[in-house]
């Protein structure tokens, strides 16, 4: 399979590409760390693109790019992501759309652009990441819970529109992650307060998120569907 990641430098996206490096050929997209990409390629033998996916022009660059170099693309991973903790009277109108457009334009973005290699072919499977505060919501993470609940949204939308054409599409919805931006963000007291929340008793691993990525990409009678990845969060 050829495998398109975005966010693929981060702690999920890059766990992800390495999931699917051991027998797929991937993709990662990435914005800004140089670095990160150029190690993960050694490491893994994938190949990284840098684009914003904000740009719809740099996206349909990346992607003639991609296609030149692959042929086709069997599997898309929206997985691109920031996040913020604020309280809603503090969200800027710049803080608000810089949310909206790594999340849900940049998901449109990639989609729209790599679709009709799949669509021509009748098959694949694109998953998009949410969160599970896309599921519960969060207090001082409206605009990261309202973005992450879009992307449901546009899983469970497109799965319907797609099916026909024999593409699945859903959604997985990670909890608390051992990663640098949830670590940014979240005191010790935080955490074991988050873990206690947890019934399997401890936060989740990138890899983690991985492994469920990997099922969804082969099952073609799962579609439009949310799978939470949190260790039984509530």
């Known amino acids: 399979m050829a495998v398109v990641i975005t966010g693929g430098t981060g702690a999920i ?14 993709a990662v ?12 390629a050694k490491e893994i033998g994938c190949s990284c693109y840098k684009a914003d996916i904000t740009s719809r022009e740099q996206v349909e ?3 003639k790019k991609i296609l030149a170099d692959f042929g086709k693309v069997d599997v898309i991973v929206n997985n ?9 009277c503090d969200i800027t109108e710049l803080d608000w759309y810089n949310m909206i457009d790594v999340h849900l334009t940049g998901a449109f973005n990639v989609t729209q652009s790599l679709l009709p290699s799949l669509v ?7 998953i998009n990441v949410s969160s599970v505060w896309g599921v519960h919501g969060a207090s001082c993470e ?10 449901i949204g546009f899983t469970k939308a497109l799965a319907k529109e797609l099916a026909p054409s024999g593409i699945t ?3 997985i919805a990670p909890g608390v992650i051992d990663s640098p931006m949830n670590n940014q963000h979240l005191s010790e007291e935080d955490m074991k307060e988050l873990i206690e929340q947890t019934p399997i008793g401890r936060i989740g691993t990138p890899e983690d ?18 799978i939470g990845i949190d260790g039984g969060f509530y």
């Open 142 to 151: 409206v605009h990261y819970s309202t973005v992450k609940a879009g992307l």
């Open 80 to 88: 691109a992501g920031i996040s913020q903790i604020k309280m809603f």
């Open 169 to 171: 599409v859903n959604c």
């Open 120 to 126: 021509s072919r009748k098959k694949g499977s694109i």
């Open 13 to 26: 996206g890059s766990a992800i590409a390495r999931a699917f490096a051991k027998n797929n050929d991937v």
């Open 61 to 63: 660059e990346v992607t």
């Open 209 to 226: 998120v991985a492994k469920a990525v990997l099922y969804l990409a082969e099952a073609d009678f799962v579609t439009g569907q949310v």
């Open 29 to 40: 997209i990435y914005r800004t760390a140089d670095e990160k990409a150029e190690k993960l």
